[in-house]
């Protein structure tokens, strides 16, 4: 075995192994904003009382797409950072998005994802997986 073979194994191994991290990281997908609460005044809106839905997907290539009524809104890179929050001592996973803005990953599952804002009196918003 000449060593270009060599590599080309260990270039495949790694390949594959990046690509199973990946696919195996729930935070990529098509997310349908369920409802957001929060605020001072403990609010909670739904895409009915909002009058909207809204979709969000993180591709494995991290870019980020938002849509509002199927009309897209915003879309470029994201970063999943650790840094500390609001919520405890311990960094936090954080959603790093190009347009500046930045949140807490509170939870992410196969199914559900929810982000809030890392100040106090901020916003929990509520994602299903399509």
Request: proline residues 3%; neutral net charge; contains cysteine.
């Amino acid at each position: 075995m000449n060593k270009y073979s060599l590599f080309l194994i260990v270039f495949l191994f790694v390949s594959c192994q990046k690509q199973e991290e990946l696919t195996s990281n729930p935070i990529f997908g098509e997310w349908n904003w369920k409802y957001t609460k929060g605020g001072i005044a403990g609010l909670s809106i739904t895409p009915t009382t909002a009058g909207y839905h809204k979709k969000m997907t993180l591709d494995f290539k991290y870019k980020f797409a938002l849509f509002k009524n199927g009309v897209l809104e915003d879309s470029g890179r994201f970063e999943v950072v650790k840094a500390t929050s609001i919520f405890k001592q311990d960094p936090d996973d954080f959603i790093k998005l190009s347009n500046g803005k930045s949140y807490v990953i509170s939870d992410v599952s196969e199914t559900e994802l929810i982000l809030s804002d890392n100040f106090p009196d901020g916003f929990s918003y509520y994602f299903t997986k399509n």
